[in-house]
């Protein structure tokens, strides 16, 4: 019977295997440098205005990148469940301050690590590098693009649809406002679309 622990630690190696193939030594390396934390619900990993200098894998829970908008409401950005890795990349590759907020919805374990630390293994070992550009690509650069050309040529409810697809589970453990951010639209509108579906 595996430990919780240990069930982090595989779901960790099975979503960078899915990715590209890392060796036991290089996973091990990158577990040296990553720690388990547990998180409280409502709890801030970033503020908008740090800079950030970490990583997040999640192992449980829910994270979600947020910013506020000019009328001092806040826009979800990204969701990120079991599976998931969460940062601001943009203020660690730049060292500059982070445009938006990493929350925690729900108790959450997190491995958290060093983002320089982690680039260092990176140009270290040619698994990682190749890691690397495969997430970059997939979460960075495919899914953005989705998601920017869905936000132009979808509907709300075109989107909202997509949105159950990526995420089965979550509508149950948000609160309607946080879908509808995340969608774009009011939680009228969201009320509205769920009555149709």
């Not at 449980?60 to 990120?80: E, R, T």
């Not at 445009?99 to 990176?122: P, T």
């Not at 070992?125 to 997939?138: G, V």
């Not at 909202?160 to 995340?182: C, G, M, N, W």
């Amino acid at each position: 019977m595996l430990t919780n622990e240990e069930m982090h630690i595989e779901l960790f190696r099975e979503t960078l295997n899915a990715l590209s193939p890392v060796s036991e030594s290089s996973f091990q390396e990158l577990l040296s440098i990553s720690r388990f934390r547990n998180i409280d619900k409502d709890y801030y990993l970033l503020h908008v205005g740090d800079v950030a200098d970490r990583m997040y894998f999640v192992c449980k829970g829910i994270l979600v990148s947020q910013y506020l908008k000019s009328d001092g409401s806040a826009h979800i950005k990204n969701f990120f469940i079991q599976g998931n890795f969460a940062a601001s990349t943009v203020s660690c590759l730049q060292s500059t301050p982070s445009d938006f907020s990493l929350q925690c919805l729900e108790e959450a374990v997190i491995l958290d690590m060093n983002y320089h630390e982690y680039k260092q293994l990176v140009l270290t070992y040619d698994d990682l590098k190749l890691l690397y550009i495969r997430h970059t690509e997939q979460s960075w650069i495919i899914k953005n693009e989705k998601r920017q050309i869905a936000f132009a040529t979808q509907t709300a409810g075109e989107r909202y649809h997509t949105f159950l697809r990526e995420y089965p589970d979550l509508e149950k453990r948000v609160a309607q406002h946080q879908i509808a951010s995340y969608l774009g639209i009011t939680p009228t509108q969201l009320s509205r679309i769920r009555k149709e579906f």
